[in-house]
């Protein structure tokens, strides 16, 4: 289907140009037109700045279940995992596929097109299969393509409770014993026109020094993206280097699993040894600091690991927050506590790592820009909210970053489809009540 859309502004990238006339065809951008002054006849219009479609490198959707119950009292990443494993205990793929469904609706209406999803929870109570073994991997690329949304499924190998020890009673369920039989389950999985199949390292302490080479082999031979939680906490480095006599960065480069398709996740307590090695390989990051702030996790090197050659994309991981203009906006701020020095990220750089770049590390490299040829998809943001109002348009991607929030999010086109029109979804007509109705489903 042919559809033209009428930016009243969209950043090209670099600058935000009034007035851009974009064709679609079969879900693909055919032509962009500068200086149209006025929409052309029959053109849907979109009032406000039209940026590039926002990519979620990295989430967890059960986590979105934890929103305002895990925030109670004081504790640390480790008191709040034992919250998250008796929600995970609780998921079938009826459930799960019911709260990915609300929990990607949200996404499309914060204007993100597509997610990265970093999926363990693989098996039954217990660790038994289901009969189709992918049957959790599957609700949930049903429901991002009923939430209107891409996904990139991040088959994630879980087979440890740390170094050296079985899987725990909650991590059953997450483990495929081994890494040979995790390579044999998910290379049953199919893409779609909206599904991308890659693979996951869920961290150096839950997939044994041995087997890392093999979840790497898999990805490397489809050419898909490979994921990994790195160094997000201190005390897993401690162990890391008590168990190998290195540090967890050191242990995957050994491996063979740092490279150019290959993203670590955080990436916070890392040594200047650590950073050099991710930068050399092409290893990409992904910060979610809405999260990281929530776990009292820390502030990661961002603008180090990036001067080294680490190219930067953002996640909302626990979804304490669905916000990527949030996270791009916490990444630049975060460096100024940390540096007590403000710029060191302009406003095109902050929204590539939310677009373009984010996109790469999920398998998209055609989305993430407003170019012919590449998929139609995008979201704007309305320039005249109580948060919008005021700056001169010219300076849209800073008022995107610095002042607008998911909040302002008045369209998300998704394959030239309105998947989110005028702030309201397309096609779960009413959001907050699914998303209700799936929480509830998990406490009863």
């Not at 064709?23 to 055919?30: K, L, Q």
């Amino acid at each position: 289907m042919t559809r033209t859309y009428w930016l009243e502004h969209a950043w090209l990238g670099n600058h935000v140009e009034p007035g851009v006339a974009v064709d679609t065809e079969d879900g693909r951008i055919t032509a962009v037109h500068q200086g149209v002054g006025s929409p052309p006849p029959g053109a849907e219009i979109l009032r406000g700045l039209t940026l590039p479609g926002l990519a979620n490198a990295h989430s967890h959707a059960f986590h979105r279940a934890l929103r305002g119950t895990v925030q109670v009292g004081s504790g640390t990443f480790w008191t709040w995992r034992e919250v998250m494993y008796a929600t995970a205990d609780r998921l079938t793929p009826d459930t799960y596929h019911a709260l990915a469904r609300a929990a990607y609706a949200e996404m499309a209406l914060a204007g993100i097109t597509a997610v990265g999803e970093f999926h363990y929870v693989h098996h039954a109570s217990g660790g038994t299969p289901y009969a189709d073994p992918n049957a959790m991997g599957e609700a949930l690329v049903a429901a991002a393509a009923e939430a209107g949304i891409r996904i990139t499924l991040l088959d994630t190998c879980y087979l440890s409770s740390g170094f050296g020890q079985p899987p725990n009673a909650h991590q059953l369920r997450f483990s495929d014993r081994t890494a040979e039989h995790w390579a044999e389950r998910c290379s049953v999985l199919k893409e779609r026109d909206h599904a991308r199949i890659g693979a996951a390292i869920h961290s150096v302490r839950a997939v044994p020094a041995d087997q890392l080479a093999t979840v790497a082999r898999w990805a490397e031979e489809r050419r898909a993206p490979l994921h990994v939680h790195l160094s997000e906490q201190t005390a897993e480095n401690d162990a890391c280097r008590e168990a190998h006599g290195r540090t967890p960065t050191r242990l995957l480069a050994d491996h063979g699993v740092l490279g150019p398709r290959t993203t670590g996740v955080h990436n916070t307590h890392l040594t200047d040894d650590d950073i050099a090695l991710i930068g050399r390989s092409g290893t990409g990051t992904c910060m979610c600091p809405t999260t990281e702030r929530d776990l009292a996790d820390g502030i990661g090197p961002a603008a180090a690991l990036q001067r080294a050659g680490s190219p930067l994309s953002l996640g909302s991981d626990s979804h304490a927050v669905v916000d990527l203009l949030e996270e791009a906006r916490a990444m630049e701020l975060n460096e100024r506590l940390r540096t007590r020095t403000r710029g060191h990220w302009t406003a095109a750089a902050l929204l590539r790592a939310a677009t373009a770049d984010g996109h790469a590390a999920l398998g998209w490299p055609d989305a993430g820009t407003l170019e012919p040829g590449g998929l139609a998809d995008f979201t704007t943001i309305a320039l005249d909210s109580v948060r919008t109002a005021g700056p001169l348009p010219g300076l849209g991607a800073e008022t995107a970053v610095f002042a607008a929030t998911a909040a302002d999010v008045r369209h998300t086109v998704v394959g030239g489809r309105h998947v989110v029109r005028d702030g309201a979804h397309t096609l779960v007509p009413d959001v907050p009540r699914a998303l209700a109705q799936a929480v509830d489903a998990l406490r009863a």
